[in-house]
């Protein structure tokens, strides 16, 4: 199993930058891929990013402009840096964990708010 633990949320500023960062634990050995999504009240749940452990990674055409995502699989974490922040990216920020064999595992969720 994977445990997943999100940081780094809070109340911003309209064009402010926050980094979130989610640290996985566990069985860390099996971990493919890991990405972001994020859950606005009211709406679905979205994806934001993703990063393969091979390097590889997306972020949604809505934010890759001033999102990115990166990894540090020495301390098996991810970060997802968002710059120039709009009161529309308020959400819960959920972490998503993919493992070889094809289980998936989520954080508890961070939120971010962004004030006009």
């Known amino acids: 199993q994977i445990q997943l633990v999100e940081s780094g949320g809070g109340t911003v500023q309209a064009g402010d930058s926050l980094r979130l960062s989610c640290t996985a634990s566990?069985?860390?050995?099996?971990?493919?891929?890991m990405g972001w999504f994020r859950q606005a009240p009211g709406k679905e749940r979205d994806f934001v990013a993703r990063?393969?452990?091979?390097?590889?990674?997306t972020v949604a055409d809505s934010v890759k402009d001033r999102f990115s995502i990166s990894r540090d699989i020495g301390k098996d974490t991810v970060y997802l840096q968002m710059n120039t922040l709009k009161p529309e990216d308020t959400a819960v920020y959920y972490c998503g964990a993919n493992v070889y064999g094809g289980d998936e595992y989520w954080g508890q969720g961070i939120q971010v708010t962004v004030s006009s």
């Open positions: 990063i393969w452990w091979g390097g590889t990674s």
């Open positions: 566990g069985r860390t050995f099996t971990l493919h891929a």
